[in-house]
């Protein structure tokens, strides 16, 4: 009978997890096409009949940026995602009366500080091979609406400010001085396209150069840029749903621990005491975190890999 009543939790818990993970797949399916039929309006906007829970959440979360703020003003250092790590590390030794959850947080801060630069990096490559697409596209389109092409490109450098900021605003500023006061355009752009995720724009000043030089038409070859940079965007983007299956299919896996700790600990067994304060439970501990560490590293090997080939 017990052994019965434990399946039956059992599976509760596993079908709640993929009830959860559906709807999360769901609201982000939703998100997005909330986003493009609205035109770029912002779709995590709560509309006017949104449950209070939505409102208050809000609220947290602007007191928590305050504080988060006035905490890196006075310190001078700048608190990422990453610190969530010992500070989840810390509550846990706390519940389980162990160090073990706060030195394990102090040991993977640095490797999620890493990641995060990484997707960061990967993130803002993207939005500059969007921007310099677009950038082609108008610049394609002002050349046949009949605008000198200097013009044409300060215009569309103009819009390109900002993929990274300030930061970004400041690295194309020459660029922009150049298409306005008749410098060497070509050369602006090869330093531009040395940012990861701008290296269209060394396209561009071929481009430029074989219509000043040669008189080709500017317009088709602009066309053909922004061409092959969508081409590689929806290729991209079609491996990435592509691998969104073994993704999503690694990370329940890899919770799978996690919901066992869970369901000890709603049974009455006290799995963190004995995980956490007795040598057999540590050295099993060890063996699991070594093991799922391995797996996770060896399915981000995986999809590194088919990401390369591509």
């Known amino acids: 009978m017990r052994n ?3 399946l039956t939790v059992w599976c509760a818990a596993v079908c709640a997890a993929g009830a959860v993970w559906r709807l999360h797949r769901q609201d982000e399916a939703v998100r997005r096409a909330r986003l493009m ?7 995590d ?3 006017a009949g949104a449950p209070r829970w939505r409102a208050y959440g809000g609220q947290v979360r602007d007191v928590l940026r305050w504080g988060r703020a006035r905490v890196e003003g006075r310190l001078g250092i700048r608190f990422g995602r990453e610190m969530w790590c010992p500070v989840a590390g810390t509550v846990l030794a706390l519940l389980a009366h162990s160090p073990v959850p706060a030195l394990v947080g102090a040991l993977a801060t640095p490797y999620v500080r890493r990641v995060l630069r990484a997707r960061d990096r990967r993130r803002r490559a993207e939005r500059w091979q969007e921007a310099v697409a677009g950038l082609c596209a108008a610049v394609a389109g002002d050349l046949r609406a ?4 200097d013009v044409a490109l300060a215009e569309g450098v103009e819009r390109l400010r900002g993929p990274d900021g300030p930061d970004g605003a400041e690295c194309v500023t020459p660029l ?7 410098g060497d355009v070509p050369s602006a752009l090869r330093r531009v396209a040395a940012r990861p995720g701008a290296e269209g724009l060394a396209g561009v000043a071929a481009c430029w150069e074989v219509s000043v030089n040669g008189g080709a038409g500017l317009a088709d070859g602009l066309d053909r840029v922004a061409a092959v940079l969508r081409a590689e965007r929806d290729q991209r983007e079609d491996l990435r749903a592509q691998l969104a299956g073994p993704r999503s ?3 329940m896996l890899a919770l799978l621990p996690a919901f066992g700790v869970v369901l000890g600990a709603t049974l009455g067994a006290d799995p963190l005491r004995v995980l956490l304060r007795t040598p057999a439970g540590l050295g099993c501990l060890l063996v699991g975190g070594a093991l799922e560490w391995a797996g996770l590293a060896w399915t981000a090997r ?4 088919a990401q390369e080939a591509t």
Not at 37 to 43: I, S, Y
Not at 302 to 305: E, P, Q, R, T
């Open 4 to 6: 019965a009543e434990l």
């Open 176 to 182: 922009l001085a150049a298409a306005r006061f008749g």
């Open 45 to 47: 906007a709560a509309p």
């Open 249 to 251: 299919t690694a990370a």
């Open 146 to 149: 009949g605008r000198p092409p």
């Open 37 to 43: 039929l609205a035109d770029g309006a912002r779709a």
């Open 302 to 305: 995986i999809v590194s890999a």
